[in-house]
């Protein structure tokens, strides 16, 4: 199974994508994740890309697409994969066609308002990159990872400015896939707004 997980930022995709990525048996493919580590190690990807992400603008599409193109071909990814966060442009949408087939592409529905209550509360573990809030869904032990003990972290582009040049930039450049995708066949939505265990029933009811 070949899925897209989109939705503005704080819709709860990673969140879904960790539950999914079990239940399913097929490796989450995080663009951010994948930015976030080369920033860590210091790659010169990286170098590259951390004033980028720290300011909530977007990768270059080149880069960003050959980032994916190169992850797909890993051999873990031969039954499938969830994607969180790619595509994001139109450039990327199309480009992904022309190396790999989408089975669904799940559309995660969220008011603006909520998501910046989300963003603005987010934990995530340094470890294994689980997400946490500190108000809708808090660890049992304040600032350790419920899943592996690791310590939980505030991210740099989860400060107002940034939660808000972000939402912008979705307006922008990825919510007009929501129509591209509708077109092509592939679009299902969620409604993300609910408990986190409605919004995974729901997207295991859609998916089956
Ligand atoms: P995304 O990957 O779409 O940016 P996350 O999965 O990181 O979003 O979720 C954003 C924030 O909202 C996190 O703090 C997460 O714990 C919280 N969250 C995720 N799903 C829900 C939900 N259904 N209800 C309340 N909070 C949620
Ligand atoms: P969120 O879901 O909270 O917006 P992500 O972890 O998906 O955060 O992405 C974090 C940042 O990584 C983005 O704000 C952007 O700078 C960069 N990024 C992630 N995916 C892409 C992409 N497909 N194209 C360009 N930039 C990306
Ligand atoms: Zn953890």
């Known amino acids: 199974m070949n899925l897209i997980f989109l939705g503005p930022p704080g819709a709860g995709k990673g969140t879904m994508a960790f539950r999914a990525k079990e239940h399913f048996k097929i490796p989450h493919i995080s663009t951010g994740d994948l930015f976030r580590a080369a920033i860590k190690n210091e790659t010169d990807l990286g170098k590259q890309v951390k004033s980028i992400l720290d300011a909530g603008n977007l990768v270059p599409d080149e880069l960003t697409t050959s980032i994916v193109k190169e992850r797909l071909q890993q051999p873990d990814a031969t039954n499938g994969f969830i994607l969180d966060g790619f595509p994001r442009t139109l450039y990327q949408a199309k480009a992904l066609k022309e190396f790999s087939a989408i089975d669904s592409v799940v559309n995660f529905t969220i008011t603006e308002d909520e998501v910046i209550r989300r963003l603005s509360g987010r934990r995530v573990c340094k ?14 032990k304040d600032g350790i990872c419920d899943k592996c003990g690791g310590e939980l972290y505030t991210r740099a582009d989860d400060q107002i400015d940034a939660i808000k040049n972000r939402l912008s930039v979705y307006g922008e450049s990825t919510e007009p896939l929501i129509s ?21 029933e729901d997207l295991k009811a859609i998916l089956k």
Request: hydrophobic residues 25%.
């Open 127 to 140: 470890s294994c990159g689980e997400s946490y809030h500190i108000e809708f869904i808090p660890p049992s």
């Open 180 to 200: 591209f995708y509708k077109n092509e066949g592939s679009l299902v939505n969620v409604d993300s707004s609910q408990h986190p265990d409605k919004v995974f």
